[in-house]
């Protein structure tokens, strides 16, 4: 059964950091693609990054360029993302994903894990 597990969030200040984890367990690490979601109150979830555990590529959202970094510990079978320079718009419940793709502005994932507040107050 593929589980996945994000922790991390919290309540941090404009400007500030989080980072944010990703344990994944029943499923062969590298067969899946890793990416983070997140959804905002009345708002549709979006796609924020991903990470193909394989060859290490990833891809990032326009909204969180240059300020979002993902990673992988293929040991520990974990994602990491890395927020920085944290805006008030970036306040959303954050989800990881298993099997993440892309297409255009569309994002995907096919295999879950609850999710972890971050709020970022101004």
């Known amino acids: 059964e593929v589980q996945l597990q994000a922790s991390g969030g919290g309540l941090v200040q404009a400007g500030g950091s989080l980072r944010l984890s990703c344990a994944a367990s029943?499923?062969?690490?590298?067969?899946?693609?890793i990416g983070w979601f997140r959804q905002a109150p009345g708002k549709e979830r979006e796609g924020v990054s991903c990470?193909?555990?394989?060859?290490?590529?990833?891809y990032y959202a326009d909204s969180v360029k240059g300020r979002f970094t993902i990673s992988s510990d293929n040991a520990k079978n974990t994602v990491y993302l890395q927020m920085n320079s944290l805006k008030p718009e970036d306040t959303a419940v954050y989800y990881c994903a298993a099997d993440c793709s892309f297409f255009g502005s569309s994002w995907y994932g096919n295999y879950w894990g609850q999710g972890t507040q971050v709020t970022v107050s101004s």
């Open positions: 029943g499923f062969t690490f590298d067969d899946y693609a």
């Open positions: 990470i193909s555990s394989s060859d290490g590529s990833t």
